[in-house]
């Protein structure tokens, strides 16, 4: 199955390179789910800005996968079909929409520090309840 799809990708080249620049712009997905089901153990000033980080992360993975999704749609390989299958679960897109709820639209992953962190000021939507961060 993988020696199917790794031929599909080499005869296509542009999935191959759809998919490759896809992939490059995607952050750590297993540190980010990690982080994401550890609760804290006290509330600061420092856990607010994690948290927020956090959501910016995901959101920028969650913008990612309609990418992805795109690149490898018209695949053949049982592999990639699979993936693609497991891309359109309508969960994924709930979550970018409750996200989309919280954050301004125009708030994205940067990977300076200074801008991640000027990102992080102007994140959140005003008139937000921090109930949406429990």
Same mark, same amino acid.
């Given at each position: 199955?993988?020696?199917?799809? &790794?031929? *599909?990708?080499? +005869?296509? +080249?542009?999935? &191959?390179?759809?998919?490759?620049?896809?992939?490059?712009? &995607?952050?750590?997905?297993? /540190?980010?789910?990690?982080?994401?089901? #550890?609760?804290? #153990?006290?509330?600061?000033?420092?856990?607010? *800005?994690?948290?927020?980080?956090?959501?910016?992360?995901?959101? /920028? $993975?969650?913008?990612?996968?309609?990418?992805?999704?795109?690149?490898?749609?018209? !695949? *053949?390989?049982?592999?990639?079909?699979?993936?693609?299958?497991?891309?359109?679960?309508?969960?994924?897109?709930?979550? /970018? +929409? %409750?996200?989309?709820?919280?954050? /301004?639209?125009? $708030?994205?992953? *940067? %990977?300076?520090?200074?801008?991640?962190?000027?990102?992080?000021? &102007?994140?959140?939507? !005003?008139?937000?309840? +921090?109930?949406?961060?429990?």
């Amino acid at each position: 199955m993988c020696l199917v799809s &790794f031929l *599909e990708l080499t +005869e296509n +080249e542009v999935m &191959f390179y759809s998919v490759e620049s896809v992939l490059g712009q &995607f952050l750590d997905v297993d /540190h980010l789910l990690s982080l994401c089901i #550890k609760i804290p #153990k006290n509330d600061n000033m420092k856990t607010a *800005e994690s948290k927020i980080t956090k959501v910016i992360h995901l959101k /920028h $993975t969650l913008e990612l996968v309609s990418t992805l999704l795109e690149a490898i749609k018209f !695949s *053949e390989s049982e592999l990639l079909v699979a993936y693609a299958t497991i891309l359109q679960d309508n969960r994924l897109r709930q979550m /970018h +929409e %409750k996200i989309s709820l919280v954050l /301004h639209d125009d $708030t994205q992953y *940067e %990977k300076c520090s200074l801008n991640m962190k000027t990102q992080r000021c &102007f994140a959140v939507r !005003s008139g937000m309840n +921090e109930i949406y961060w429990t």
